[in-house]
């Protein structure tokens, strides 16, 4: 706990030893009377904030975790430990930096009451929230007592999920490095990998075993889940405003966890490299936990480009980028798919089309390229 003056305090006090002063230097009683009672007025509110707030307190903030925009609460707990007289508080929590009031209501002895107070989620990161500071004020607001409530904890702001309609099924690429597609029905043999203990033993590729002295479990894929990737451009050139950063990651968010959520396997990655994140089939239960937290704390750069989409999550390509991207060099990345498509957030433009067989969306939000994915890709 600190005690301190407030300014009022200051002023009074300042003003108690100017009048104290000149009232003795000039012998005016009346002068020297009203500065000494101003003193020590001041020095009772000092007095009165010395000891502690009879309250017993707790703090918690639910949830850590919460999409932008979403509800975050922060909740305040205070029990009354007072014999006889009522207790006045503020409090203030602070949020990456930020003030952020709580009301308290006048706590009568013994009472108990909770209050419940607003954490921001406007902007999408990982945030310190707290400490939480109560404040007492003393005789006539002359002092107040500090105190420190509750630790500080981090709230993960991740993008928005938006609504929006699945994968186009039925269509995805051959064996590894082929590119034919698949149709609908049937499995496909998508890759080897050595046995593991509890691997069906009916999915041993007996050919490969053999020839190789190593037990090798065949991967098949059914080609109504085609592995979705999406490529996401987080280089600071493409998007003349933040805002259409925040929309392009919403996109890009919105696509994998409605995928993840139909289970199908999913990659993420930055063209600058710096995220590259899979979720695979055994795992796709719908928990996109993984790929939102590496969005929370996506930023833009200014890098060069290194990275590609690797062969086999070659299935559904959604390259998300912004206005001013090098659309050329995303559409030749987004052709190597078996199904490519180009999600644009662009203010100036909108509607669907194709390039190089390659089909481009544009809208001026998130809302709208995720309405045209419905329209022209879902299905």
């Given at each position: 706990m600190s005690v301190r003056l407030t300014a009022r305090g200051v002023g009074a006090l300042v003003l108690g030893a100017l009048l104290a002063g000149c009232g003795l230097w000039w012998r005016y009683p009346g002068l020297a009377a009203l500065g000494?009672?101003?003193?020590?007025?001041?020095?009772?509110?000092?007095g009165s904030v010395l000891f502690a707030a009879p309250v017993a307190t707790s703090r918690t903030v639910r949830p850590r975790t919460v999409q932008r925009l979403g509800a975050c609460t922060g909740t305040l707990e205070l029990t009354s430990r007072a014999k006889r007289f009522r207790v006045l508080l503020d409090g203030t929590d602070e949020v990456a930096g930020e003030p952020v009031p709580v009301d308290i209501p006048l706590l009568a002895p013994g009472e108990q009451t909770k209050v419940d107070y607003r954490i921001p989620t406007d902007r999408r990161g990982v945030w310190k929230v707290g400490p939480l500071t109560l404040r007492r004020r003393g005789l006539a607001a002359l002092a107040e007592a500090r105190t420190t409530v509750g630790a500080v904890v981090e709230v993960r702001v991740v993008p928005r999920v938006?609504?929006?309609?699945?994968?186009?099924?039925?269509?995805?690429r051959g064996q590894v490095g082929a590119d034919e597609r698949v149709e609908r029905g049937g499995t496909d043999l998508v890759g080897l990998r050595e046995y593991v203990p509890g691997d069906d033993l009916r999915r041993l590729h007996w050919a490969t075993s053999a020839r190789t002295g190593t037990l090798m479990i065949r991967e098949d894929a059914d080609p109504a889940r085609p592995h979705l990737a999406v490529l996401l451009d987080d280089r600071a050139a493409g998007y003349p405003e933040a805002r259409q950063f925040e929309d392009a990651v919403e996109i890009a968010a919105s696509l994998l966890t409605s995928a993840i959520g139909d289970g199908h396997p999913v990659?993420?990655?930055?063209?600058?490299?710096s995220v590259d994140v899979e979720v695979g089939a055994s795992t796709a239960d719908g928990d996109a936990a993984s790929v939102l937290s590496e969005?929370?704390?996506?930023?833009?750069?200014?890098?060069?480009?290194?990275s590609s989409v690797p062969v086999r999550d070659l299935d559904v390509v959604a390259v998300v980028c912004g206005a001013e991207s090098e659309l050329s060099a995303l559409l030749l990345e987004a052709g190597r798919a078996a199904f490519g498509v180009v999600l644009s957030v662009d203010p100036s433009a909108s509607g669907l089309s194709a390039l190089g067989g390659v089909l481009v969306i544009r809208a001026a939000d998130a809302e709208g390229v995720l309405r045209a994915w419905?329209?022209?890709?879902?299905?």
């Open positions: 000494i009672a101003l003193t020590v007025i001041t020095l009772v509110g000092i938006l609504p929006v309609r699945g994968l186009p099924s039925g269509a995805r990659r993420l990655l930055t063209v600058s490299g969005l929370a704390e996506l930023a833009m750069t200014d890098a060069e480009p290194t419905d329209t022209g890709v879902a299905r």
